[in-house]
């Protein structure tokens, strides 16, 4: 019989995700047939299924660590912020609708039976299900059609183990507050908790584990030490983002040991940025997230579009920054500008939004570096693809997502060669470039020949086989910390209850 233990955070950005992973892989190692599942996600960070769906990047990684392909049923909603009061549903890996957040809160019962029905496929001729809450079960304000924490678990009968991260400190109140603010029937399906990123010796938190025994009557599953090497693997959402974006106080701050620099402005709706991942475990590239408030930098080799959910919002506020000024500077110099996805549709002469996709319609001007044109339109595409990149005739492989046709003179002289047709483009000096596939620097031979051509020193990065053994070292190192055996003693059959 299938069994089932949920993970929820005392707030976000805890670590659930990455616990989730390394439990996923663990288990499995011991031979146990393991899904994960996330009833509700929100993130720009999506990757696309065998079936042509999407599901959120983080589930993605878990599956792998399950040694196992995406599904759509690991992650039945998610939700895609595409404005500050927009966000774009999807509901079994397609699109699903669009709607505001008090809008949201009102269907959101209604996505329930879909959840349920996508977590009993998932459980079928499954050993064990470890499913992954969103934010904080604490956040009582919105308990009411919960379908991502307390609510979730209500409905499925599993046990809820509480994840929170000593790192941000006060993980005491942290976990003492989210019991307390539980109601009765919530408190009973804690199994307890997990201490996480701790710093030191360990057993300098007996005296809290004791503590919050007492307050609470939960047991400790075990601290968990910081384990720094998590962050090779692809991150869940833009929270992310604060740790790669440098402050820009000092030179030293900014550029370390002086590499390559490849500088990345930061959308307030970027998406899918785990594309630049490749780059940052390459000893030879300095990558530059710029944040708002600062230029691109002057000396830059490179500087990447990279995808967007709100393209034409994304490229108003890039206009907004003076991004665009820079950018034309940096072109000016003879320097490159690569886009990706909607950062190649920006680099264009126009967008048209025929269809009020990302807001209303409208026709905007581009970025005018490429000669061509794109019109957004209501079909998706999510495909995995593979081909050849034509300027160094590596191989490259990665997966479309995105709305929208672009077209134009510059098509001519396209960027890539996929199994079904060209992508993307190059201007004829070669210094201008722009395409739709997404995940294309993972491939190894492709990254380090696109390096060399930038003047830098490319490693020897089997990124691939990175993530492996990065999961591997994750799931060894929650062998040594947490008391797995007693974790899956906590796991139960799921009890769902009947529709109402």
Not at 26 to 39: N, S, W, Y
Not at 353 to 378: A, N, Q, S
Not at 465 to 492: C, F, N, V, W
Request: aromatic share 6%.
């Amino acid at each position: 019989m299938v069994l089932a233990l949920m993970l929820q955070g005392t707030g976000s950005d805890v670590g659930k995700s990455t616990l989730l992973a390394g439990m996923a892989r663990a288990f499995t190692r011991r031979g146990l047939k393991v899904r994960p599942f996330k009833p509700q996600n929100m993130s720009n960070n999506a990757a696309v299924t065998a079936d042509g769906g999407e599901i959120g990047r983080a589930q993605a990684l878990q599956a792998r660590a399950c040694g196992i392909p995406p599904a759509t049923d690991m992650n039945p909603v998610l939700l895609k912020p595409q404005s500050e009061s927009g966000t774009q549903i999807i509901v079994d890996g397609r699109v699903w609708g669009t709607a505001c957040a008090s809008e949201y809160r009102q269907l959101a019962p209604s996505l329930l039976p879909p959840v349920l029905a996508a977590f009993t496929r998932l459980a079928e001729a499954t050993d064990l299900v470890l499913i992954e809450g969103a934010g904080s079960p604490a956040e009582i304000n919105l308990r009411d059609g919960d379908i991502a924490n307390m609510g979730f678990a209500e409905a499925a009968g599993v046990p809820v183990v509480l994840i929170g991260d000593i790192e941000r400190g006060g993980f005491i109140a942290q976990l003492v507050g989210t019991h307390e603010l539980l109601s009765a029937s919530e408190r009973a399906l804690l199994a307890g908790y997990v201490v996480n990123k701790f710093r030191g010796d360990v057993r300098l938190f007996d005296g809290g584990i004791n503590a919050l025994g007492a307050r609470t009557g939960l047991r400790c599953f075990g601290v968990v030490p910081h384990f720094s090497a998590a962050a090779r693997l692809p991150p869940e959402d833009s929270l992310a983002l604060a740790r790669r974006t440098p402050s820009l106080s000092s030179e030293e701050e900014r550029w370390g040991r002086g590499r390559v620099r490849i500088a990345v402005p930061v959308f307030p709706r970027i998406a899918n940025f785990d594309d630049l991942d490749p780059l940052l475990a390459e000893p030879g590239v300095e990558l530059v997230m710029v944040a708002p408030g600062q230029p691109l930098p002057r000396d830059a080799i490179l500087v990447i579009l990279p995808g967007s959910k709100a393209t034409i919002g994304d490229l108003a506020f890039l206009r907004c920054e003076g991004w665009d000024i820079d950018l034309l500077a940096h072109w000016r110099q003879g320097r490159r500008i690569l886009g990706l996805c909607g950062g190649y549709q920006m680099l264009g002469q126009t967008i048209t939004d025929c269809f009020g996709t990302e807001g209303r319609k409208e026709t905007v001007r581009g970025l005018g570096l490429l000669e061509v044109d794109t019109v957004l339109g209501d079909a998706k595409r999510l495909v995995d693809a593979a081909g050849v990149d034509l300027s160094t005739g590596m191989p490259v492989k990665g997966y479309e997502m995105h709305i929208g046709s672009t077209t134009g003179p510059e098509l001519e002289r396209p960027m890539l060669r996929l199994v079904s047709g060209a992508d993307g483009c190059i201007t004829r000096d070669g210094r201008v470039a722009g395409c739709y596939l997404h995940g294309l620097f993972a491939s190894d031979l492709f990254r380090r020949a696109f390096l060399k051509g930038l003047g830098a020193d490319s490693g020897e990065v089997a990124y691939e086989q990175q993530i492996e053994a990065t999961l591997d070292g994750l799931a060894d190192h929650l062998e040594r910390s947490l008391d797995l055996p007693a974790l899956l003693a906590a796991a139960r059959p799921p009890h769902l209850k009947p529709a109402a």
